[in-house]
């Protein structure tokens, strides 16, 4: 798998222990099914209720979970096929990798729109109901996969221009930089992630500021919007060391590079994992509403057997 999508495979010159390796496996599928678990539990109770499907902000956030499901399944994947079948069709890896970009790039994307849709709630709360609508909102995340793949398909494109067909038919180590391997891929993703860095950091401090400001001096439940917001805050933190992760892990392969697969794994759980563990809190335990209508699901579900 690509670095920067968290591929927590790694540099195999210095291959982990049997211990270590099956130490690592049964860390991330236990806590990757664990958080798809509460997850899918989380989805069903959406679906269950249309208070929820009227909602701007539950809509955005189900998309976050539904996408961070996908993300979680695909790294799970090509860390375990890293550990076994180890080199993959480059054709399916291509697949993979692709996939697991689209969906790492729409993480920091979805949590400035959902950002921006508390800005408008807390701070133009007469026009909430005007601006965010349900047909705006499934727009936006329209418009949110149209962007990250308008940033990753040119990858594709490259590669197949560049390389021979033979490429495709081949077998390699299932990481971005051997799936396209062209030098160019390389200077357009820093480009980008630059990019994207500065626009959703820029989203960020505004609104969120401007939320703190607000809930300073206004209602008890303008006051409440903090814990939350610094939630978010730290969930887009910890998402957005994706964009300056390849160079960062680079520098250190280089300085420690019997330390490659310790430190691949420790970005793996930092970056990918704890961020999709800080949704479930967000919404699933800490927000009154969506907490009390899946408490009754889940307590249908154990009361029917």
Known sequence: MNMSAANVTVVLQYRDSFTKAVTKNVIVVVIGISINFINANLIH????????????RYILFIHLVVNDMIQMTLTIILFVV??????LNVSICCIFILIALFT?????LNLACMA????????????HVQICTVKRTLMLIGLIWMTSMLSVLPDLFITLATEPLDFFHSRVFCLRQTAFPHPLIVQKRDITYSLFLVI???TIFYTYFKILFTAKTANKD???????????????????????????????QQWFPKNSADFLFTYYITVQV????ISPIIYGIRDNTFRK????????????P
């Open 45 to 56: 109770t959406f679906r269950k209720h249309q208070i929820f499907n009227m909602n701007p």
């Open 82 to 87: 890293s550990y076994t079948i180890y080199k």
């Open 104 to 108: 790492t790039e729409n993480t920091p």
């Open 116 to 127: 921006v849709e508390c800005y408008i709630a807390i701070c133009l709360p007469l026009r």
């Open 200 to 202: 959703v950091w820029i």
């Open 222 to 252: 303008a006051k409440k919007a903090r814990n939350t917001i610094m939630l978010h805050g730290f969930q887009l933190l910890l998402c957005m060391t994706t964009y300056v992760a390849p160079q960062l892990l680079k520098v250190l």
């Open 274 to 277: 704890l961020p999709r563990s």
């Open 293 to 304: 209508y899946l408490k009754k699901y889940l307590l249908c579900k154990v009361s029917k």
